[in-house]
């Protein structure tokens, strides 16, 4: 599955197989518990988004909400898309040092993480990284960003 027509969260995690879907809820489960106030769920680009709503932030080059968070079920292995990483050097090396402090290997693409299994990752350091960027240090980094 590389994209999805599903209009809401739970209509996509209702259209994967069993596997994708419990590894899915799991990272899920860990976003929604660590998401700061602000950002909500939507389903965006065919997978679950975390973003910054245009009614909050509506001056986005594309014309849609920036992504903070995405998760994906793609054709070989799911996606965990963690922009404020790519703002954030720091945020970037404290994730590989979890990896390396953890005995795992990162398996990045472009601008994800891929996995097959929840134990793949360093969920607690995923976790802290999700709930320290406020929206609106998230909206300061977009911007900076834009300068640049």
Request: hydrophobic share 40%; glycine share 6%.
């Amino acid at each position: 599955m590389t994209t999805s027509s599903a209009a809401t969260p739970a209509e996509y995690l209702s259209a994967l197989p069993d596997d994708r879907c419990s590894a899915i809820a799991v990272l899920r489960q860990l976003i929604l518990e660590h998401l700061p106030s602000g950002y909500v769920e939507a389903m965006r680009w065919g997978m679950l988004s975390y973003e910054v709503p245009l009614s909050v932030y509506p001056h986005t080059y594309n014309g849609q909400p920036l992504n903070y968070v995405g998760l994906a079920a793609q054709k070989q292995k799911n996606s965990l898309y963690l922009m404020s990483i790519y703002q954030d050097p720091a945020q970037f090396a404290e994730l590989m040092e979890a990896f390396s402090q953890d005995g795992l290997k990162a398996d990045m693409g472009k601008s994800c993480l891929r996995f097959k299994r929840p134990d793949e990752l360093p969920l607690k350091k995923i976790g802290e990284i999700i709930t320290r960027t406020a929206v609106e240090d998230y909206i300061r980094g977009y911007e900076a960003s834009l300068r640049a």
